[in-house]
């Protein structure tokens, strides 16, 4: 038997997991929410035992084992504290936190209390990545030195509120850059050196931004992220011998071709059909991981989510965006 999910949080995010897992078999025993009416509504939909009108009750549940987190991006850290403080694994929505010194806590929290943590970068665990990365490891394209990727949006406030407001760790960064920022890292490493630049709001929020990474081997990323413009949403590895190009959408399920150095078409992969949008398959590593007395993923470590929450500390100091509790630390 698996192991026992406790969702914390109700929105969009959640129902889409929810029913990912249900396709797969996983077992949510509990929901929390801050309003008992919205888990009482949540558990109705998908058929969930033990409704809780709080996040403390729901941690404190025995019923449950590992807790899912999909709150605002601002309530991450607190989130995470309480459901580790309880001894319960976690499986946290990135990004991860909202800076790195709260990441460093998390990590420090789970070692602590010898819990299992993970960042839920569901991108990872797809087929689709898997066969990108098993080309890589082939050294069918060489040795890969630079990374072209894109994850903009048309997100209009009026229906994306959250996305645009900065008490809620709103802007591309956190919500879209996220994406392109650990594809670049897996591909080619923490980076040595970030730039930025990025256009804010009248509040502070970066509505869009275009980063480089560069590295001391001479390697470089080229990200770009937008919430009010939408983009390819693509992806391309360009190696010594040839190049991947990750059809759109190049965080989810998709197509790529892989080039030699003339452009020849060396290697295509269509996609095989994935149950859902396969963010069950984050969730089914964390139970693997559980299961083999591991408290994080060889996959998603807890030490790749800090440095990564790192780097885009440095960004945001590049882009100028300051999180509203930072203004308060004399």
Not at 148 to 176: C, M, T
Not at 209 to 237: H, K, M, R, W
Request: proline letters at 4%; aromatic letters at 10%.
């Amino acid at each position: 038997m698996g192991l026992r999910w406790g969702y914390m949080g109700t929105g969009y995010i959640a129902q889409v997991v929810a029913e990912d897992f249900k396709i797969s078999g996983l077992h949510i025993q509990a929901v929390g929410s801050r309003f008992l009416e919205t888990a009482q509504a949540f558990a109705d939909k998908n058929g969930i035992a033990d409704v809780h009108g709080s996040y403390a009750e729901l941690v404190a549940n025995p019923n449950v084992d590992i807790v899912y987190i999909s709150t605002l991006n601002s309530f991450h850290y607190e989130n995470a504290i309480l459901a580790i403080n309880a001894g319960k694994h976690v499986l946290l929505e990135k990004p991860f936190t909202m800076d790195a010194p709260q990441a460093r806590k998390i990590q420090a929290a789970a070692r602590a209390k010898n819990v299992f943590v993970m960042e839920a970068m569901w991108t990872r665990f797809l087929p689709t990545m898997d066969a990108v990365f098993d080309v890589i490891k082939s050294g069918l394209i060489g040795t890969p030195h630079q990374v072209i990727a894109d994850h903009s949006q048309y997100l209009p406030i009026e229906n994306h509120g959250r996305v645009w407001d900065l008490k809620f760790g709103g802007g591309a960064l956190l919500d879209l850059s996220i994406y392109t920022i650990s594809f670049a890292a897996r591909v080619l490493g923490i980076p040595d050196e970030v730039l930025g630049i990025g256009k804010l709001t009248f509040e502070g929020v970066d509505e869009s931004n275009s980063v480089l990474f560069n590295y001391e081997d001479g390697s470089q990323a080229a990200l770009t992220a937008s919430i009010n413009d939408a983009g390819p949403c693509n992806a391309v590895i360009l190696g010594t011998k040839g190049s991947i190009e990750i059809d759109r959408t190049f965080y989810a399920q998709t197509t790529f071709t892989v080039y030699d150095n003339l452009h020849n078409v060396v290697k295509r992969y269509d996609t095989p059909p994935v149950p859902g949008t396969g963010r069950q398959l984050q969730a089914m590593e964390a139970e693997r991981c559980v299961a083999a007395g591991l408290l994080e993923s060889p996959v998603m470590p807890v030490e790749e989510s800090v440095d990564l929450m790192q780097v885009m500390d440095d960004i945001r100091l590049e882009l100028g965006v300051v999180w509203d509790y930072e203004d308060r630390i004399d």
